[in-house]
């Protein structure tokens, strides 16, 4: 076998940029043409056409479910949204430690208690069925641990998960302790299916390395939500709608944005790493924004244009467009999402992207160990006497 | 800003190995030369010479302190051992819920949560000495939480720790409730210095991933742990020692090793990917081992030689030797370390490394992520109608 010194180091980009690291029959996205997939179906498609359990299938199963496949699975999902008694008990505990750090590290630790309890055991040591079936369970009660710490975050009881709702219907349910209205429970099911998957990300990066060590399920989706977590990775939709308030008024906008992109300052919710055009997720999410209408959307699309206008003006030549952050805060606000659960809604959908890249990693036996290159001063120096 | 389309897609070896991701001053591993090395120093001559602080001091500072320094790093670090109240409470909980998948899912939900508690904000929002502070905070209370949730799940209460010990003999404390003897509590903390760090690993690299995101030093840190956790990775040097309660006694070593060498089955505690040579730990190890003396040293000392000697005869050019598992089982098993306790042993080791690895990975600026080849059926295909 040969070691780090008999083969050359093979130096690549800072940041891995471009490095292909696997193959993948999941998804892609295609920058240039504004356009990504899951699977060999365009992702907006799906999200327009099809419920949260008929991609969550497809993710997991590589194919669209016939009517009686998505019975099943619905029926299969919806029964694993209930929580451990041990991990219940512990909620309480888990939302309390968490107040200074928010939901995502609630989240992190719930769910890495949930796949203690379930008795996970290392991927390596499943047969792709019982590493699905692991999969199913962690993807399923992720609603239920988010709604529940928000709820005990304010002080309220949590509320049990119905059977009945689709995963969409159901969280929007456990966090009001109402059903929704269906026009806003599909609003959140079509951004959740928008958000299942996009590429290589950093997040679902992570989870494919922990899972490349055969590690538990929950080892792969803790060390994801961490990287989500992440300011560089998992942005937060909640901050463009910040940056509505703080424009305030329609007669503002020209003046604010004039002031902050002359500053230099990048604009919430504009310019993407990949999308040169505009982001096919924000045309989605504005046009669902549209069909509730009202002020709100009134002025976020006025700022949009003003925005896009400016932008081109200002910094012609950059191609910043509204990404998927502009009018997803505007659609979860719409549908009654709080601020502060915008990150995890977002967590709720990409655990299924993350766990279907889990199976496919654990497919492949080969670790990710990559190297570094040392550039300290050389040894051996001896060691000092103490 | 160039897109994926835009530029050629970078080729690179399965697993990325040889793949140089990344510069590092922390240190590395010459496999050919049977060294490695933290920062300038020789590890091995590091645990021959120094304390755990001295070494940890090292890794977070660039230098090894001097009298002062390691007073003032000493009684800050034993000062951060105690848990938050909220983490304290939450433990029975963690404990019993991880009874079915073992101390590492423990450490990694309980760490979880201490990083919530402490409320670590995000490496990208803090300066250099504030990320050492919940570095340092991080590392201190690793110990506690491993040895609380040990006797917890023993049915014992946890040991409070004390300042006035160091790292290591603070920890076999904890564990026991007992003052260890000063021979055993050197062993321990050989060990823990020798396991600080080895070059690149999956669980660094997943640290450093998660770290360039900017997420906090706990996300980084329990992915880190998940992907310890992983067969392919953290191995157990519990797996060594099962191997000569396998063999049992000195007349069968040779019929036991013929037996499963012949059968192509990989003896436990022999074979690394890097080192050709003997692992300079594994030396280390013995040395210690045998300082102690007794049937069991003998026994494994026995096995090793035969070992050697029929690896060479029956995989001749493949070049088994002893690896750290080995002799790092026995010098566990006699400092009166459960077998259940030898990885997370080894996690209270390698979490200054991470640490070290996250504080160096939080000065870079530019997130991980490459790319993954689309392999799957060419999109867009319609979706059918549901």
Request: one cysteine or more; glycine letters at 8%.
């Amino acid at each position: 076998m040969p070691t780090t010194e008999q083969n050359a180091p093979i130096d690549v980009p800072r940041g891995l940029k471009g490095v292909i690291v696997t193959d993948t029959s999941i998804g892609d996205v295609r920058g240039l043409q504004g356009f990504y997939h899951y699977r060999e179906y365009s992702a907006v498609e799906l999200a327009e056409s099809r419920g949260f359990e008929d991609v969550w299938h497809l993710m997991f199963h590589g194919a669209l479910p016939d009517a009686a496949e998505r019975a099943a699975f619905t029926a299969r999902t919806a029964a694993l949204r209930h929580l451990p008694a041990d991990v219940a008990d512990a909620l309480p505990a888990i939302a309390r430690a968490s107040a200074l750090s928010g939901p995502l590290a609630g989240l992190r630790t719930a769910l890495s208690l949930t796949g203690a309890s379930a008795g996970f055991r290392p991927l390596y040591d499943l047969t792709p069925d019982r590493r699905r079936a692991d999969a199913l369970a962690a993807c399923a009660v992720v609603p239920t641990l988010l709604t529940a710490l928000h709820r005990l975050a304010q002080g309220l009881e949590p509320v049990e998960p119905r059977h009945d709702l689709p995963y969409a219907a159901n969280y929007l349910y456990m966090l009001t302790g109402e059903e929704p209205e269906p026009v806003r429970a599909r609003a959140v099911e079509r951004y959740l299916i928008s958000t299942v998957d996009h590429g290589f990300n950093a997040s679902t990066f992570t989870a494919r390395v922990i899972a490349s060590t055969g590690a538990d399920l929950a080892a792969c989706l803790v060390g994801a939500i961490g990287a989500l977590s992440g300011p560089l990775h998992g942005g937060a939709p909640s901050r463009a709608l910040d940056t509505l308030d703080a424009i305030g008024t329609p007669d503002r906008i020209d003046g604010w944005l004039r002031e902050h992109i002359g500053a230099g300052e990048r604009i919430m919710g504009f310019g993407h790493p990949v999308y040169r055009t505009e982001d096919p997720r924000s045309r989605m999410l504005k046009g669902i924004a549209q069909s509730f209408g009202g002020d709100l959307v009134d002025f976020a699309v006025r700022v949009e244009e003003r925005a896009e206008a400016l932008l081109a003006e200002l910094k012609p030549g950059r191609e910043l467009h509204i990404n998927v952050e502009f009018f997803a805060g505007v659609v979860m606000e719409l549908c009654g999402l709080p601020r502060e659960m915008f990150t995890p809604t977002f967590a709720a959908a990409r655990v299924v992207g993350w766990s279907a890249n889990i199976l496919e990693q654990a497919e492949d036996s080969k670790i990710i160990r990559p190297s570094a290159r040392y550039v300290g001063p050389p040894p051996p120096v001896p060691v000092p006497a103490a």
